[in-house]
């Protein structure tokens, strides 16, 4: 039986980490949300039943046969022993996990750029603040990031991954945030990546394995838009 | 040999989550930066080393053995199976860390209640957007998360956890949350809360089981202050 993944249908968001790992993997998958009305309704009545023992908060979550599982990073604990994305140590699990966790991190600070204040207002009704947390998000935070990441890669000498000799989902995550932040602020990111060559390889290298490359040329990839988690306001970006 | 813990020294904040899991299994452990000077320079030092395989990003940041494990989703992840405080099976396991990342992101938005567009800059700087970030937060978000948490203890009838019938490591963390939030945000708490029983219930029977009472009866339990997670700015509370 395919996984189910519920996930809003419109944008990339928190699920394409999942979506990710998925297609890395060639999972089958139906992305239920996306298949008309009727998954959307779906999705939104799992969400608000009282009869879930495990309820999800938010998407996205991934039905596996009797498992609902939501919390992105914890969808990819439980995806990468099974699909040849993690290694089989503890050590390396566990680091595999902390590293999906900064990213976490990472997201979620990405997304209050664009929503300092709320979630319940437009990016039009906190446009100040936002200019002014995006400031110190591209002067401190990228590169804080960034920086640790292409450390992790650093350490790792010579294997082109963030850990071992293979792809584990957090490879595949930092693919994403890259992307991201390129699509989100073009013009602070050209000058911000020169300094994570690593980071940078590490991207390309994904880009262009066979499953992901196909991934991103199909339908399947929602394109960046302004309502995901990366959002191009060009008031955002650095000036030049 | 004990785990070693290393957090910042003057502050609860993110590694309370773990000092209240570790204190509840009365596992020894030392916390490394409250070692005087000489502690701190040790985390510090950890922290910058290049020769670390698996570095931390940020603080906390677990020593058990040869493991060096950070995040603290992650921590409690690898600390439940091995103190009882958590059940064995899988999807009670993907649950309890479902549950704890949905602590994670609470905790990053009560942060961000009183820094909602740095940590580089100092409260007083970002006052304004801190008001407009705490009002929301208070309206929407609380009730949101308190609500989502009710309702996983209502689906669990009868036990008083969040998951089966004996303490989990989220059930610590949610004492933590009340505890919190009662401190930062006293007016308005004491209003939200009366909405949300079972989690008041949940709080009030962590704080009197032996080793907790203990624990916070000790001078090992850091009083809330203005410089952790959860800061009491009466400006950012209700007006009553």
């Known amino acids: ?22 297609e890395e993997a060639e999972a089958p998958y139906v992305d239920v949300a996306r298949k008309g009305a009727g998954g959307m309704s779906a999705m939104l009545r799992l969400m608000q039943s009282n009869r ?88 401190h935070r990228v590169p804080k990031f960034l920086g640790y990441f292409e450390r992790v890669l650093a350490h790792n000498t010579g294997k082109g991954f963030l850990i071992g000799g293979r792809l584990t989902y957090p490879d595949l995550s930092i693919f994403q945030i890259l992307a991201g932040l390129r699509y989100a602020f073009p013009r602070a990111m050209k000058r911000i990546e020169r300094s994570y060559p690593r980071v940078v390889a590490l991207h390309d290298r994904i880009a262009i394995r066979p499953h992901i490359a196909a991934y991103l040329a199909s339908p399947r990839r929602i394109p960046f838009n302004e309502e995901g988690i990366f959002r191009h306001y060009p008031a955002l970006d650095s000036k030049r």
Chains 1, 2 share one sequence.
């Open 1 to 22: 039986m395919p996984y189910e993944l519920y996930y809003w249908p419109s944008i990339q968001g928190r699920g394409e980490f999942v979506r990710l790992a998925l």
């Open 52 to 139: 879930q023992a495990h309820p999800p908060f938010a998407p996205p979550f991934l039905r596996s046969g009797k498992l609902l599982i939501a919390q992105t990073a914890n969808i990819l604990l439980y995806l990468g022993p099974r699909h040849g994305l993690v290694p089989a140590g503890e050590a390396a699990r566990l680091f595999a996990h902390q590293l999906q966790l900064t990213v976490t991190d990472l997201v979620q600070e990405v997304h209050d750029t664009h929503h300092p204040i709320s979630t319940e207002l437009y990016y039009e009704e906190q446009r100040r603040a936002a200019k002014q947390r995006s400031e110190v998000f591209l002067k």
